[in-house]
């Protein structure tokens, strides 16, 4: 199988119950406020380049951003922050993402979400995570050759990203590196290793607040970029 292939599959994946009632109750009640819009309303595939030195975890998509337009972040505020950040670092060829046509492209960078579906209150439960894990876990055997770096947005990022790696057999060092803004640690396996970067996700909670900072977003990106090119 390859990420075309991978895309397709998780597209029309239905394997939990909620989320699927969720993200259709949701297409239901908000597509016709979009009506000049084609409505997503499934699974959120991977964004990005397919040969990326650079992985960017999410949580979720958001269930009228991403869920809505198809496109990971695209249509919401966290992906407004993310975006810019991105295209500000030389990641990304605008800063805006509107919708799933406006001619984004990440450059050397592919983002995906652990959990494919929006679930109420950006909340899944851990049934969900796990199983959705095996979607993530797919999908970083098949960029395995290229990533050398992953940004990990927030706490739930980075342990999806520590889980699904060790999932893969790869070594994570005891007791497991905590999350923290611009720690960084390393994995190791298949011959490669990977640096793992943490980054205070651009939620509303975390840039209302002053918690995270356009400087403190693109100090993560740019030291992404940085090791993505060695
Ligand atoms: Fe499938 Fe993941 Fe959506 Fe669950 S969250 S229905 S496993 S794509």
């Given at each position: 199988v390859g990420l075309d292939e991978l895309d397709a599959r998780i597209s029309v994946c239905r394997a939990c119950p909620r989320l699927v009632r969720w993200r259709e109750q949701v297409a239901e009640t908000k597509r016709a406020s979009y009506a000049d819009q084609p409505y997503w309303g499934r699974p959120v595939h991977g964004l990005g380049s397919?040969?990326?030195s650079i992985l960017v975890v999410g949580l979720a998509p958001a269930a009228n951003g991403g869920n809505r337009?198809?496109?990971?972040?695209?249509?919401d505020r966290s992906g407004d922050w993310l975006f810019a950040s991105l295209h500000r670092v030389g990641?990304?060829?605008?800063g805006t993402s509107v919708h799933?046509?406006?001619?984004l492209a990440l450059i050397d960078t592919r983002m995906v979400a652990t959990v494919r579906c929006g679930p109420p209150q950006n909340k899944p439960t851990t049934a969900e995570r796990d199983t959705c894990s095996p979607w993530i876990e797919a999908e970083l055997r098949l960029l395995a050759e290229h990533v050398r770096v992953v940004v990990a947005l927030g706490g739930y990022g980075w342990d999806a990203t520590l889980r699904s790696y060790a999932a893969l057999g790869w070594e994570v060092s005891r007791p497991k590196p905590r999350f923290g803004h611009g720690i960084e640690a390393t994995l190791v396996g298949d011959g490669r290793s990977v640096t793992l970067l943490g980054c205070y996700h651009p939620s509303q909670q975390n840039t209302f607040t002053g918690r995270l900072t356009e400087p403190m977003l693109d100090s993560v990106f740019a030291r992404a970029a940085a090791l993505g090119r060695t």
């Open positions: 397919p040969t990326p337009t198809g496109r990971l972040f695209t249509g990641l990304a060829t605008q799933a046509a406006d001619g």
